[in-house]
C-alpha cells in the first residue's frame, strides 16, 4: 500500500520543486488557465515535454514560495513574480479575474 503525503507534506514538495526550477530556468511564462479542460492541458503538457515544465498552483502557495525563495538566495528579482499573480483591489477590475488559475511555465 502506498503512503499518502500529508498537506504539509505536499506543500514542502512543492515549495522545492518550485524553487529548484526558478534556479533552473532563466526565463518564466505566466499563463492564465481558466476555463480550460483536463484534456486540453494535458495536451499542452505532452506537447512541452522534454522542452518546458508546465507548473500549476495555488496562487497564495506560488507566491509565498517566490519570496520566500526570494530572501533564502538574495535574488529580488523573483519578487517581479507576485504583482503577477496578485488581483487587484478595484472591483470593477477585478471581476474578469475572478477565477483566474495561473501556471509558470520554465
Known sequence: MVNKLSKAE???????KLCQLLDEYSQIL??????VGSTQLQNIRRGLRGDSV???????????????HSEKTGNKTFLNLIPLLQVYNNID??????????????
Open 54 to 68: 508546465v507548473l500549476m498552483g495555488k496562487n497564495t502557495m506560488m507566491k509565498r514560495s517566490v519570496r520566500i
Open 30 to 35: 505566466i499563463a492564465a488557465a481558466d476555463n
Open 10 to 16: 505536499k506543500k514542502i514538495a512543492y515549495d522545492a
Open 93 to 106: 477590475y477585478l471581476v474578469p479575474f475572478l477565477c483566474l488559475s495561473w501556471s509558470f511555465l520554465f
